[in-house]
Structure formats: structure tokens, C-alpha cells
């Protein structure tokens, strides 16, 4: 059974905090893995993926993959309340092609 | 990133009835993903959409239930069959050119059976 797993949350952190989102997965064949935001009652928005091992930065958010741990994050840098939303991570298939997604994290930024 | 079109964007079916859901992207995509989210819950993949060919659906899906179409590489149908509450959930399509462009999704089908 492949999984992908993540705390559910909430996880609150203060305006201009760092916020730190963590995923681990189970299949190790698994070759990349993305991060998508989704608001209430909205579908998901692709925020960023990532293949190789090492840091990702796009802007405040910086993915992190570490394969022989099988550990992938996200970190939001200067939080603002626009960013509360649920972050799901999703890890390709052993197929190479359909996404697993885990259940997502809740992130709240209190201003 | 592929713009995806997905209609209806919400609606309220009888029981024993079907709806199709349609997709419409705004290029040419390798792939194309139906899935179901539960209120609250993740996203559960029903099935990859191949173009010209029958659809490859997950553990726990099968055709009769949720035909699918995928007549070229920028249209594809979701139908949900004989509908039962136990159906009621918004459908997401997405699709991509391939993981080395991600995955977009569509604005997803809310559906009630009642």
C-alpha cells in the first residue's frame, strides 16, 4: 500500500513566521513529488515540485526532498494570512504518472 | 500550466441517475486524472483517462460505474452511474503534459445525490 502521510494540523504560526509543512512516503521507486495548496471549497493549486534531493526555492516557499528518508517539505517563508489554506503533498505513482496524494496539513497564519 | 474548464460545476441528482462531468483543457496534455474528494478527506484517483483507448481505473472503480471518455488529447468525460448517496463528492479533473510541468485541476464538480 502506498502512502503518504501528513499531520493533519491545524498548524498555526504567526504573521512573518516560517512555516514548516512535512510529508514522508512509503515507496521508495517514488521519483517526484509536489506540494498544492487548496482552499476551503476551492480545487487544488499546484504550488511547486520537486525530483533530486536538496532544497527547491520558488519565491517565500522552498521545498526540501530527501529520498533516503523518504521526507519531503515545504517551508513558507514570511507567512501572511493569505497563505491559511490546506497543503496537500503528492508523490507519483510507481507508475510514473498518477499522483498519491497524502490527506493534507491545515495551516493557519494568525495576524 | 494547463487552464482547465470542468463543468457542471455543482449538481443535485436523483438516485439511480447519471451525471457526466466534462473537462476541457486549453492545450494539447499527455495526461488525465479523474478524482473524488470526500468532504474534509484527500484526493482518491478513480482513474487515468487514455486517449483513444479505455481508461485505467484504480482499486475500488470500475467502468460500468464511472465511464470515462477521452476522445483527444484536450477533452475528456467522467460519467457517474446509477447514482446512490454514497456517491455524492466533487469530482476533480487534472491534467498535464507531464511531470516535468505538474499537474493542474480543474475547479472540480460538487455533486448531491439525494
Known amino acids: 500500500q502506498k502512502e503518504v502521510e501528513q499531520n493533519s494540523g491545524p498548524l498555526s504560526v504567526p504573521e512573518g513566521a516560517i512555516a514548516s509543512l512535512n510529508c514522508t512516503y512509503s515507496d521508495r521507486g517514488s521519483q517526484s513529488f509536489f506540494w498544492y495548496r487548496q482552499y476551503s471549497g476551492k480545487s487544488p493549486e499546484l504550488i511547486m515540485f520537486?525530483?533530486?534531493?536538496g532544497d527547491k526555492e520558488d519565491g517565500r516557499f522552498t521545498a526540501q526532498l530527501n529520498k533516503a528518508s523518504q521526507y519531503v517539505s515545504l517551508l513558507i517563508r514570511d507567512s501572511q494570512p493569505s497563505d491559511s489554506a490546506t497543503y496537500l503533498c503528492a508523490v507519483s505513482s510507481n507508475s510514473g504518472y498518477a499522483l498519491n496524494f497524502g490527506k493534507g496539513t491545515s495551516l493557519l497564519v494568525t495576524p | 500550466s494547463a487552464v482547465i474548464s470542468q463543468k457542471p460545476s455543482r449538481d443535485i441528482c436523483q438516485r439511480g441517475t447519471s451525471l457526466t462531468i466534462q473537462c476541457q483543457v486549453d492545450?494539447?496534455?499527455?495526461?488525465m486524472f479523474w478524482y473524488r474528494q470526500q468532504p474534509g478527506q484527500s484526493l482518491t484517483l478513480i482513474a487515468t483517462a487514455n486517449q483513444g483507448s479505455e481508461a485505467t481505473y484504480e482499486s475500488g472503480f470500475v467502468i460500468d460505474k464511472f465511464p470515462i471518455s477521452r476522445p483527444n488529447l484536450t477533452f475528456s468525460t467522467l460519467t457517474v452511474s446509477n447514482m446512490s448517496p454514497e456517491d455524492s463528492s466533487i469530482y476533480l479533473c487534472s491534467a498535464g503534459r507531464g511531470q516535468g510541468d505538474g499537474y493542474t485541476f480543474g475547479s472540480g464538480t460538487r455533486l448531491t445525490v439525494v
Open positions: 520537486i525530483y533530486s534531493n
Open positions: 492545450s494539447q496534455v499527455t495526461m
